[in-house]
Nanobody
Framework: QVQLVESGGGLVLPGGSLRLSCAAS????????MSWYRQAPGKQRELVAT???????NYADSVKGRFTISRDNAKNEVSLQMNSLKPEDTAVYYC???????????????WGQGTQVTVSS
């Protein structure tokens, strides 16, 4: 079955850096775009960054120039390098895969368990 396992969260000072990783299994990783989302307390989950199967990237305006998403198809892994972190980046970060479900003829979202990122002095 599809599994997404995030790692790398933690507590960091403002201006610091963290690298999140997501290990994927149960599907043909290289055939799908992958995304990172985040959800802060009391807020809706928001899209942070996406990387297509071809390696093109898109970012939320709030993280452009500070975050970098990358993928390693040999390792079935997607990463999020976060630099110049701000307190407003504090959230639970989720790895996402949107996969085609041929049985139902629709796209289906899969999520990891999430990893907490706290930016605070």
């Amino acid at each position: 079955q599809v599994q997404l396992v995030e790692s790398g969260g933690g507590l960091v000072l403002p201006g610091g850096s963290l690298r999140l990783s997501c290990a994927a299994s149960g599907f043909t990783f290289s055939s799908y775009a992958m995304s990172w989302y985040r959800q802060a307390p009391g807020k809706q989950r928001e899209l942070v960054a996406t990387i297509t199967l071809g390696g093109s990237t898109n970012y939320a305006d709030s993280v452009k120039g500070r975050f970098t998403i990358s993928r390693d198809n040999a390792k079935n892994e997607v990463s999020l390098q976060m630099n110049s972190l701000k307190p407003e980046d504090t959230a639970v970060y989720y790895c996402n895969a949107r996969l085609w479900d041929g049985s139902f003829g629709t796209w289906r979202d899969y999520w990891g368990q999430g990893t907490q990122v706290t930016v605070s002095s």
